[in-house]
């Protein structure tokens, strides 16, 4: 009796949503696009002409695309929406989508445009020649480089291949004696969206910059400076904090860059070697040969001089890896770009077998015993296959990239390839996970420095040719819209 009784509701119900999506307004049809992910959006294209008008909405487009570059860790005004045609924003909101695609049909994929960067100033030549160090700003539209003259240099390279590529930088920042190479560490995303921080190093200082690039006259203001000691040094960053150690002292120092001068400094009391840090809201998880550590920030004090005050700490938590390795781990953290829910987990590769560790980070309620931490990394699983990468042949790791799925990485191997690797989660039906690679770009090997962003399928890499001359390439594997 109830279940024919349910079956008339239900009837009614279909036929409700489907007059809904049939006849509904076209205010109603857009809020609901903008809740969508770009793919469920073009479904819905294919379903009426009434919701086939809805779905060629701009603002529903600009939305996905906003959403998509938040959930890729890309910097937003990377894209200028409001010029951006109508199929460029589906293109830009489907692309990372396309690009995984790709990456996993072949062994090997081929960039569908390879150009040169040859960029100037004005009375003088700045040719590759001259460039140390790149790196893109996520989103693959602005790159920083470095020069011999310790000069820093903000580049505006197009959204895509079929962008206008300025020749001369939209902004400097001069040099000084400082070692070249060293110039800059990081760049980060700053809290209003529209700006950058950008990190530099020289004479024992580590100096926050910000910059807006998309405004009229784009310029590095100085937002404060933390004294380090020592040349030994290692640092890493999230959008509230740089943490940097000093390898010769075993000295960690926190600075919160943006507050107007706070900081600590802690002594690591740990045997053996420090490899990796990584920044989780509060707390910083250092690396180490056997196991790995938990830290709880403490409170933050006023810097003296530019430096932090010293104090003793205790970490929270030791936790030892699943396999140890006498060379040290190698660890794949997130992005600091990415959502902060989307930073809770990371990933330790295994010596000896192709297998990486999975590690979700779990909140933990300490409000009734403060001694406790506040977080618990947890293993969640671990991907093997024959495709991913054996530990020994990673050269230069770079950071996690969360898909829906899983992730996407890119390292170095042998230091004349460049590898794409998709990791796939560990599921009910796919217990151990999936691994498939992709080579993206082979070389001389010599001088390889490069940098990758899977939001708009670019990589950017500078490299010694035959003849021993610097060359920085510009390589896309997803055409513009206006290629196909």
Not at 256 to 278: C, N, R, T
Not at 364 to 369: A, G, R
Request: glycine share 8%; hydrophobic share 35%.
């Amino acid at each position: 009796m109830d279940s024919d009784m349910d079956s008339p509701r239900k009837s009614l119900c279909l036929t409700g949503i489907g007059k809904l999506l049939s006849e509904g307004s076209f205010d109603l049809l857009t809020h609901i696009q903008l809740l969508l992910d770009p793919v469920d959006i073009l479904g819905l294209r294919f379903t009426c002409k009434h919701l086939s008008g809805a779905s060629r909405s701009r603002i529903v487009w600009m939305n996905a695309v906003r959403n998509v570059s938040i959930a890729q860790g890309a910097f937003l005004p990377s894209f200028p929406l409001e010029q951006m045609s109508l199929d460029d924003l589906e293109h830009a909101a489907l692309s990372p989508r396309r690009l995984r695609a790709r990456f996993q049909k072949a062994d090997r994929t081929t960039p569908f445009l390879t150009r040169l960067f040859t960029p100037h100033l004005q009375g003088a030549d700045l040719g590759p020649n001259s460039i140390f160090t790149v790196k893109l700003v996520p989103g693959g539209r602005f790159l920083l480089t470095s020069n011999r003259k310790g000069e820093l240099h903000l580049w505006d390279i197009g959204y895509n291949a079929a962008g206008h590529m300025k020749i001369f930088p939209i902004a400097t920042l001069a040099g000084s004696k400082a070692t070249p190479n060293s110039r800059f560490d990081h760049i980060g995303p700053a809290s209003n969206s529209d700006s950058l921080y950008v990190f530099t190093e020289q004479d024992e200082r580590i100096s926050c910059y910000e910059i807006y690039p998309t405004s009229e006259d784009p310029h590095f203001s100085r937002l404060g400076t933390l004294s380090v000691d020592g040349e030994n040094n290692q640092t890493n960053i999230s959008k509230d904090y740089l943490v940097y150690y000093q390898h010769d002292e075993s000295i960690l120092t926190v600075w919160k860059y943006a507050a107007q001068g706070l900081g600590v400094s802690w002594v690591v009391s740990h045997p053996g070697d420090l490899y990796e840090m990584f920044i989780f809201d509060k707390n910083v998880i250092t690396f180490h040969d056997t196991d790995f550590c938990l830290w709880t920030i403490p409170d933050l004090t006023p810097l003296i001089d530019g430096h932090a005050t010293l104090i003793e700490l205790k970490p929270k938590l030791r936790l030892a890896y699943l396999s140890v390795d006498e060379g040290g781990p190698k660890v794949a953290l997130p992005s600091h770009w990415l959502p902060g829910l989307a930073q809770n987990q990371f990933g330790v590769y295994c010596d000896g077998i192709p297998t990486i560790a999975l590690y979700h980070i779990k909140s933990i309620d300490n409000s009734q015993d403060p001694d406790l931490p506040n977080i618990l990394p947890i293993h969640s699983g671990s991907v093997q296959s024959s495709q991913s990468p054996f530990y020994r042949e990673i050269d230069d790791l770079r950071p996690l990239h969360v898909t829906e799925d899983g992730f996407l990485q890119t390292w170095s191997k042998r230091g004349n390839h460049i590898v794409v690797g998709i990791i796939s989660r560990p599921s009910p039906n796919n217990p151990t996970g999936s691994f498939v690679r992709s080579s993206i770009w082979t070389g001389s090997g010599r001088g390889l420095l490069y940098d990758f962003c899977p939001m708009a399928g670019r990589l950017i890499v500078r490299f010694l040719g035959p003849d021993g001359v610097p060359e920085i390439q510009i390589v896309d594997f997803i055409l513009p819209r206006s290629f196909l």
